[in-house]
């Protein structure tokens, strides 16, 4: 299967205020992990979609002892992308 005939369409663009589709006082958290270089890169293309601004992501956190624990709220769940470069 190739997808060569989509090449020529434009991606949809996401709203300017993405927030406004979300119910009041309901939140989603990002997580990005990564590679500091492509942690930006993913940032500022972000940034670009008008997603989010840059200066609401917090400073890059190095992960101790290569580890992490997720605290999840009641009836969270998990999805996860693995984009290979």
């Known amino acids: 299967m190739t997808f060569s005939d989509q090449t020529s369409q434009m991606p ?9 589709s979300l119910p009041p006082g309901s939140s989603i958290r990002h997580i990005l992990l ?3 270089s ?6 500022h293309l972000l940034h670009n979609l008008r997603y989010v601004e840059t200066s609401q992501w917090s ?3 190095e992960v101790p002892d290569n580890r992490l624990i997720l605290r999840p709220e009641t009836d969270d769940v998990i999805s996860m992308l693995v984009r290979r470069l």
Request: hydrophobic share 35%; net charge neutral; aromatic share 10%.
């Open 12 to 20: 949809p663009s996401l709203p300017a205020d993405f927030s406004s």
């Open 34 to 36: 990564g590679h500091p």
């Open 38 to 43: 492509y942690i930006r890169q993913t940032i």
């Open 59 to 61: 400073p890059l956190i």
